[in-house]
């Protein structure tokens, strides 16, 4: 069973950046792709960020590129959430998640196609 331990949330201002992490219990991380998601009260889970095992391509939801960077350090079993330039909008509870993959080239942007999920941490961002 794979866990999955989000830390790094809390409450910022506009314009401030938080970085979150996720570490994963396993003893390798390297062929596990990784996303991040977000769910804001009142609404459903939205796709974030995703990464490739190899950590050498990402992909990001509309409204957080450019502000917003994944990366991963799979040598700590670790996946990372930089995040620039929050807005208020971005208050929401961050979750990890991980599913193993042969494909060093793939990331995954929907819910279903991920089989591990974090506790979530929250992230308030105050206008």
């Known amino acids: 069973q794979v866990q999955l331990v989000e830390s790094g949330g809390g409450l910022v201002q506009a314009g401030d950046s938080l970085r979150l992490s996720c570490a994963a219990s396993?003893?390798?991380?390297?062929?596990?792709?990784a996303g991040w998601f977000r769910q804001a009260p009142g609404k459903e889970r939205e796709f974030v960020a995703a990464i490739t095992w190899s950590g050498g391509s990402t992909y990001y939801a509309d409204s957080v590129k450019g502000r917003f960077a994944i990366s991963r350090d799979n040598t700590k079993n670790t996946v990372y959430l930089q995040m620039n330039s929050l807005k208020p909008e971005d208050t929401a509870v961050y979750y990890c998640?991980?599913?193993?993959?042969?494909?060093?080239?793939?990331?995954?942007?929907?819910?279903?196609?991920?089989?591990?999920w974090g506790q979530g941490t929250q992230v308030t961002v105050s206008s």
């Open positions: 396993l003893r390798t991380f390297s062929m596990f792709a």
């Open positions: 998640a991980a599913r193993h993959t042969y494909y060093s080239g793939s990331y995954y942007l929907a819910e279903r196609e991920y089989a591990y």
